[in-house]
């Protein structure tokens, strides 16, 4: 809507890792720019800035965050309160360093508007700030609302609710509290009444996802975006070679060497995007049937001609691939893929396989039989295609209405 009066609005991302989280800012940075507004971008990672968001007349600051945080056992993490502690700060001493930074950052910029991309510490350092606060990202990084005054705070999908586990975390939940609490205090900020408020302060949130992938299940009511299909990039070099075509977007992990030996027994016509692929592995496994490529090729193309894919579970590439009914074999590396896949495979879509598998081959095979296709495509005819029109037209109405909130 040009004409509008000017804001100052400020992206932020905290947590999490890729470039999905970039990709949920972009169509909402063009809405802004379009609206006259001078956008801000403050990011976890800096270098995906020019990949995604490429052409965008904004000014990029790098994000405080927790920073040489070893990866721990995904059974460390039993709700959303561990989490936190884990990847964002581990005492008040710690978090009041990053609220400092936080709100030095906000005191640059003055936003009218910010908009949060998983940044669970940045939302506690404006808690009591009188700008206008936006959620943003995958259903994971939203927390339902029947989460935000529920006690234990969002156990996770996989965690037992067996009483001493609920008592558990219902005292991790008050330690974290009075963590958060002691910095407010110090600060002279208003009080938490709970955990759930980090979330519940926030004045509307755009949930970029489908209901079919919401790891805490469907919600009633609320408008579900989806997010922009991945594209834009070259086309997928395919090997010259027989035998079904198969994407994989991977990271090394522990057992890449043994999927690689197992795709390649297959005979299938694999094309792979591995980051950090090891130059051995590289040398040992490319073959006439089997490519590696160092480059975004574009996924619109890859599902429409491969047979299935291979990934970790990240959100935008699941929705890329059961919008287009293309069957999925996923190996999740963190909590969030973990629960987004265990949803497609409740479905019967997909199929998933961990990072320490000592064989793929099974999994390899399944993938190919029909039910498997048919289901993915049964899932896809289910959901709503993303409108991109639509969906420029709610994020401009909610943020010209909190211009005036």
């Known amino acids: 809507m040009p ?51 490429a052409g965008l007349p904004i000014t990029v600051l790098q994000a405080p965050f927790r920073q040489g945080v070893k990866p721990a056992p995904s059974s460390s993490f039993l709700s959303y309160t561990h989490l936190l502690a884990r990847q964002c700060f581990g005492s008040a001493d710690e978090l009041e ?76 939940d008050a330690q974290l509290l009075a963590h958060i609490n002691t910095v407010m205090q110090r600060l002279g900020s208003p009080e938490l009444p709970a955990l759930g408020a980090i979330y519940g302060q926030a004045h509307a949130s755009l949930l970029c996802t489908w209901p079919t992938l919401d790891v805490f299940g469907e919600r009633p009511g609320v408008p579900y975006l989806g997010s922009a299909p991945a594209g834009g990039q070259l086309p997928p070099p395919w ?44 040398a040992t496994f490319s073959s006439p049937t089997l490519r590696f490529v160092d480059h975004l090729v574009d996924l ?8 299935w894919v291979l990934h970790h579970g990240n959100q935008s590439t699941m929705a890329t691939f059961m919008l287009a009914g293309v069957p999925q074999l ?30 793929y081959a099974a999994a390899i095979t399944a993938v190919l039989q029909p039910p498997i296709k048919q289901c993915a495509l049964q899932v896809a005819s289910q959901c709503e295609p993303f409108d991109q029109a639509a969906v420029q037209d709610h994020i401009q109405q909610i943020l010209v209405n909190l211009r005036f909130v």
């Open 3 to 53: 004409g509008t009066s000017q804001a100052r609005v400020l992206f932020v991302w905290e947590q999490g890792t890729g470039l999905g989280h970039l990709s949920h800012l972009r169509l909402p940075m063009e809405v802004a720019l379009a609206q006259g507004d001078a956008v801000f971008l403050a990011a976890r990672e800096l270098p995906g800035v020019r990949d995604v968001l």
């Open 97 to 172: 360093v990053y609220v400092h930074a936080w709100r030095a950052l906000f005191a640059l910029v003055r936003p009218d508007i910010c908009l949060f991309e998983h940044s669970p510490t940045a939302l506690i350092a404006a808690h009591g700030y009188a700008f206008k606060k936006v959620l943003l990202g995958s259903s994971f990084v939203l927390p339902p609302a029947s989460a935000l005054s529920a006690s234990p705070f969002l156990p996770f999908p996989t965690t037992s609710r067996h009483p001493d586990t609920v008592a558990r975390l219902c005292a991790d």
């Open 239 to 282: 090997p010259h070679a027989d035998g079904p075509k198969v994407f994989g977007y991977l990271h090394n992990f522990p057992s890449l060497s043994d999927l690689l030996r197992d795709l390649q027994a297959a005979k299938v016509c694999a094309l792979l995007l591995v980051r950090d692929l090891p130059p051995a592995l590289r």
């Open 300 to 307: 619109r193309q890859v599902a429409q001609q491969a047979a």
């Open 330 to 359: 996923m190996i999740p590396c963190h909590q969030e893929q973990l629960f987004g896949s265990l949803r497609l495979v409740q479905k019967g879509c997909a199929l998933m396989a961990f990072q320490d598998q000592p064989s």
